[in-house]
């Protein structure tokens, strides 16, 4: 059981926009930013966004992301083929001064 | 910058690991580098980080008791180990230098994984 929730899928056809959510509590999502992970088949993990909005520099703007209270999202505009992948939500936890991550959600490009 | 780990295991129960994962562009010892278990088909999960600099070292209480972190700044390395493996620890294992920005924290690069597979 992991300690921030999403959605186990969410699929899209090309060219869709597609959201992701992300559920926490206050001492994670509340008190803390929230990063993105996208992890391709086969590969590690990469970061997609991280302090709740901010793009690292190669990553397209058709990925957004936003917070609100506990609860985050990420947005997929212009959905392509090769966003076909998991992706994960994960904050800073305060009470577990650690990192949480949730369960990941599997993206699939119709 | 880029994080390389050392190559797959195939342990048998009861055996003794240690992998690596050799930090390189950057100044290795004044970045927290952390571990993420990835269980088969399953997600990511927080193992522990370490500092290098002093080693300071925070484990996910999951994994207290059950991993050493340390690091050898000198070699920029750090390093996971198990002293006793069950085959419940056949998983990718990932480390990841953790950035740290004006109260935000995310890991990035990641290590290619590690697979570790434990079976008799």
């Known amino acids: 059981q992991s300690v921030l929730t999403q959605p186990p899928s969410a699929s899209g056809t090309p060219g869709q926009r597609v959201t992701i959510s992300c559920s926490g509590i206050s001492s994670n999502i509340g008190s803390n930013s929230v990063n993105w992970y996208q992890q391709l088949p086969g590969t590690a993990p990469k970061v997609l966004i991280y302090g709740n909005n901010q793009r690292p520099s190669g990553v397209p703007d058709r990925f957004s992301a936003s917070k609100s209270g506990t609860s985050a999202s990420l947005a997929i505009s212009g959905l392509q083929s090769e966003d076909e992948a998991d992706y994960y939500c994960a904050a800073w936890d305060d009470s577990l001064n650690g990192p949480v991550f949730g369960g990941g959600t599997k993206l699939t490009v119709l | 910058v880029q994080l390389v780990q050392s190559g797959a295991e195939v342990k048998k129960p009861g055996e003794s690991l240690k992998i690596s994962c050799k930090g390189s562009?950057?100044?290795?010892?004044?970045?927290?580098i952390g571990w993420v278990r990835q269980m088969p088909g399953k997600g990511l999960e927080w193992m522990g980080i370490?500092?290098?600099?002093?080693?300071?070292?925070r484990y996910g209480p999951s994994f207290q008791g059950q991993v050493t972190i340390s690091a050898d700044k000198s070699i920029s390395t750090a390093y996971l180990q198990w002293s006793s493996l069950k085959a419940s620890d056949t998983a990718v294992y990932y480390c990841?230098?953790?950035?740290?920005?004006?109260?935000?924290?995310?890991?990035?690069?990641w290590g290619q994984g590690t697979l570790v597979t434990v079976s008799s």
């Open positions: 370490i500092y290098p600099g002093d080693s300071d070292t």
């Open positions: 990841a230098r953790q950035n740290w920005i004006r109260g935000d924290r995310w890991f990035d690069p």
């Open positions: 562009g950057y100044s290795f010892s004044t970045y927290w």
